[in-house]
T-cell receptor, first 111, second 119 residues
Framework: GEDVEQSLFLSVREGDSSVINCTYT??????LYWYKQEPGAGLQLLTY?????DMKQDQRLTVLLNKKDKHLSLRIADTQTGDSAIYFC???????????FGTGTKLQVIP | GAVVSQHPSWVICKSGTSVKIECRSLDFQATTMFWYRQFPKQSLMLMAT?????????EQGVEKDKFLINHASLTLSTLTVTSAHPEDSSFYIC???????????????FGNGTRLTVT
């Protein structure tokens, strides 16, 4: 079955790095995604990683995937107040790439 | 980049009426669109998978007669909440994947969501 878990809350100081963690259970995942949701808005795709990759870096974002432990993390370097939002990890499985979302981690950036 | 437009962004309706939400892929064709529901402070729950030209596939526990989905073209899917009740009040979000079924390289693109309030 599919189950994606995240910690609910993370608080960091502006300029520090943020690390948001996620665990999933479906070993057949093809894609793993990170989405950002600001209050009252839809979801913005931040980045995604193929399941056969270990790491992906995109500007301030670094995604690490440990497929053995089914653990995914998102590191945001030099976190800014504009990064305050809820971050969802998600896994895509199956031919239609059904996506299952985690519970979301609310990131609070303290100026 | 690929854009998914969802309309309306916000709607209030009276109990017993029906509400239609549109999801359009503006600059790409989407064979498959997904409809999600999000409760306050919770994650997204997949309601159904909308396939162009065929019936939608509903997740367990989602009433297909209450949440009517139509995917009449490669750029438009609609969700109609029929005979809405206050418990249907929620944030509904659609998403679309560019390309065909085997597009493993295409991530999901999301609309901005529709906040439905049923009074």
């Amino acid at each position: 079955g599919e189950d994606v878990e995240q910690s609910l809350f993370l608080s960091v100081r502006e300029g520090d790095s943020s690390v948001i963690n996620c665990t999933y259970t479906d070993s057949s995942s093809t894609y793993l995604y990170w989405y950002k949701q600001e209050p009252g808005a839809g979801l913005q795709l931040l980045t995604y990683i193929f399941s056969n990759m270990d790491m992906k870096q995109d500007q301030r974002l670094t995604v690490l995937l440990n497929k053995k432990d089914k653990h995914l993390s998102l590191r945001i370097a030099d976190t800014q107040t504009g990064d305050s939002a809820i971050y969802f990890c998600a896994e895509g499985t199956g031919g239609y790439q059904k996506v299952t979302f985690g519970t979301g981690t609310k990131l609070q950036v303290i100026p | 980049g690929a854009v998914v437009s969802q309309h309306p962004s916000w709607v209030i309706c009276k109990s017993g009426t029906s509400v239609k939400i549109e999801c359009r892929s503006l600059d790409f064709q989407a064979t498959t669109m997904f409809w999600y529901r999000q409760f306050p402070k919770q994650s997204l729950m997949l309601m159904a998978t909308s396939n162009e030209g065929s019936k939608a596939t509903y997740e367990q526990g989602v009433e297909k007669d209450k949440f009517l989905i139509n995917h009449a073209s490669l750029t438009l899917s609609t969700l109609t909440v029929t005979s809405a009740h206050p418990e249907d009040s929620s944030f509904y979000i659609c998403s679309a994947r560019e390309g065909r079924l085997s597009s493993y390289n295409s991530p999901l693109h999301f609309g901005n969501g529709t906040r439905l309030t049923v009074t």
